[in-house]
């Protein structure tokens, strides 16, 4: 089955800098890949996704990138601010988006 | 706006007791999944059904078992609780190609 490996595991970032999230995969068959947030004692949200037919793809202050040659995508995040603190995790589908598997996640602080 | 309820926020348990997990969706979606998170090990997929009655089992399916009857409800059963499935599980569900909506979670605790 698919393998989805998240790293850094915790990061910490003064407001207004970036913050980036790396991910790879194994199934090469995978093709789509969305990244959840989730806020303390909330649930996880979709943020933003991306199918493998595409590079890059932006959500104002969010952007996401894929690499399918090197089976890996990325999450960035400009302009941090406080409330961008959360848990984000990656996840990775093939079998037409039937079943996800995810990251180990990303707890990330935002510092005032 | 999609709603996953699951019906117990927090429930303590003695170790050997037979839980039950209930979860519904007022969406109509046809797929459904059991998803247990654990902290620096993710969220890792039980079991999930495609259809009324159908169910497959996921990544970590042992100790667990599942019932769909109604598509509207995906229930996650323990026969004989372990303390080692104390954690949060997270039901979700979405159609075949879109977005996974998630409950709000059950916190279980296996004494």
């Known amino acids: 089955g698919e393998n989805v490996e998240q790293h850094p595991s915790t990061l910490s970032v003064q407001e207004g800098d970036s913050a980036v999230i790396k991910c790879t995969y194994s199934?090469?068959?995978?093709?789509?890949f969305p990244w959840y947030k989730q806020e303390l004692g909330k649930r996880p949200q979709l943020i933003i996704d991306i199918r493998s037919n595409v590079g890059e793809k932006k959500d104002q202050r969010i952007a996401v990138t894929l690499n399918k040659t090197a089976k890996h995508f990325s999450l960035h995040i400009t302009e941090t601010q406080p409330e961008d603190s959360a848990v984000y995790f990656c996840a990775a589908s093939s079998r037409n988006d039937y079943k996800l598997s995810f990251g180990a996640g990303t707890t990330v602080t935002v510092r005032a | 706006d999609v709603k996953v309820t699951q019906s117990s926020r927090y429930l303590v348990k003695r170790t050997g007791e037979k839980v039950f997990l209930e979860c519904v969706q007022d969406m109509d979606h046809e797929n459904m999944f059991w998803y247990r998170q654990d902290p620096g090990l993710g969220l890792r997929l039980i079991y999930f059904?495609?259809?009324?009655?159908?169910?497959e089992k996921g990544d970590i399916p042992e100790g667990y078992s599942v019932s769909r009857e109604k598509k509207e409800r995906f229930s996650l059963i323990l026969e004989s609780a372990s303390t080692n499935q104390t954690s949060m599980y997270l039901c979700a569900s979405k159609v075949q190609t879109g977005e996974l909506f998630f409950g709000e979670g059950s916190r279980l605790t296996v004494l």
């Open positions: 059904s495609y259809d009324v009655k159908m169910k």
């Open positions: 199934d090469s068959a995978s093709n789509y």
